[in-house]
């Protein structure tokens, strides 16, 4: 089944006790992304990656890292995280070049907590 | 500065009526614009797609309209059924890269 998957589903942790979102899709496709959304604020655009060890930032960098090191793989980095970062979070990914059609595929989402 | 914007935070159709959801961006910079289906606890699905060099796409209950001029898009959907109930989000593609802006969604409730 096609899909991208992310991990954890639900976590609480504490400021400053760093955190890896993994994020893997098993489409071949060379785009991926991640969003958080917040109320009243919709889905806005951390970090974007167009292939292997190519990324480029969104909306809302900061506070976030990620790498591209295997094309199915887009790891969300939370150095240090702050309560502000408290939020919904989805990965996604789309085929780029010939096969794009503009369509997002989604996660299911990571909620994050941070105390 | 928000460049895609859903004015409406809600809105209720009654079943088997039209639901038309109405988005408005700034940014003509904009190649394809999406339309986004979210239910709670999921992620967002995709609906329909448009991109700028067209007015009109279909597929099935769903079309979406867009209209150049006025900078603004609009999803129509045909017979409105109590399962269309949740958030819709629309969303713009900057031209020549992979950068989206979502809106911050309209909550479509479909009364039986």
């Known amino acids: 089944e096609a899909q991208v998957t992310q991990n954890p589903r639900y976590l609480i942790t504490v400021t400053g006790k760093k955190l890896t979102v993994t994020c893997s899709q098993n489409?071949?496709?060379?785009?991926m992304s991640w969003y958080r959304q917040d109320p009243g604020l919709g889905l806005r655009q951390i970090y974007y990656?167009?292939?292997?060890?190519?990324?480029d930032k969104g909306d809302v960098p900061e506070g976030y890292k990620v790498s591209r090191k295997e094309k199915r793989n887009f790891p969300l980095i939370l150095e240090s995280p702050s309560p502000n970062q408290t939020s919904l979070y989805f990965c996604?990914?789309?085929?780029?070049?010939?096969?794009?059609?503009?369509?997002?595929?989604f996660g299911e989402g990571s909620r994050l907590t941070v105390l | 500065d928000q460049q895609v914007k859903q004015n409406s935070p809600s809105l209720s159709v009654q079943e088997g009526r039209i639901s038309i959801l109405n988005c408005d961006y700034t940014?003509?910079?904009?190649?394809?614009f999406l339309w986004y289906k979210k239910y709670p606890a999921e992620g967002p699905t995709f609906l329909i797609s448009?991109?700028?060099?067209?007015d009109k796409n279909e597929d099935g209950r769903f079309t979406v309209f867009l209209n150049k001029s006025a900078k603004h898009l609009s999803l129509h959907i045909v017979p409105s059924q109590p399962g269309d109930s949740a958030v819709y989000f629309c969303?713009?593609?900057?031209?020549?890269?992979?950068?989206?802006?979502f809106g911050t969604g309209t909550r479509l409730k479909v009364l039986a």
């Open positions: 996604a990914s789309t085929p780029g070049g010939g096969r794009y059609t503009g369509e997002l595929f």
């Open positions: 489409m071949n496709h060379e785009y």
């Open positions: 990656s167009m292939n292997v060890e190519v990324t």
């Open positions: 940014n003509s910079m904009f190649d394809y």
């Open positions: 448009i991109s700028s060099i067209k």
């Open positions: 969303a713009a593609k900057i031209s020549g890269t992979y950068k989206y802006i």
